[in-house]
């Protein structure tokens, strides 16, 4: 199964923002999906946004007009730029692909905070 590793979490004031990456240990093609979800204290694990096997990007509405999806297909990666964070984005984010059944990263946490 393939391994995915996140990075890039911390803790940012509301307003700032912040970039998380994804990587892979092995190739993924491009006909699989890899994206983000998130999940709050006491709350289920929640979509965030996903590059498609069909190269869409598609966002949930909490996020759409703030996130921003990427993907690198040269490096197995996928990047999630979040802007004007705010508090309610505070969560572990989680890097998933559909790749080999369904994998997920350890998790990263972003806390958004004053």
């Known amino acids: 199964q393939v391994r995915l590793v996140d990075s890039g979490g911390g803790l940012v004031h509301p307003g700032g923002s912040l970039t998380l990456s994804c990587a892979a240990s092995e190739r993924i093609d491009r006909l699989y999906a890899m994206g983000w979800y998130r999940q709050a204290p006491g709350k289920q694990r929640e979509f965030v946004a996903r590059?498609?096997?069909?190269?869409?990007?598609v966002y949930g509405d909490s996020v759409k007009g703030r996130f921003t999806i990427s993907r690198d297909y040269a490096r197995n990666a996928v990047f999630l730029q979040m802007d004007s964070l705010q508090p309610e984005d505070t969560a572990v984010y989680y890097c998933?692909?559909?790749?080999?059944?369904?994998?997920w990263g350890q998790g990263t946490q972003v806390t958004v905070s004053p």
């Open positions: 590059v498609t096997g069909g190269g869409s990007h």
């Open positions: 998933n692909t559909n790749f080999g059944g369904s994998s």
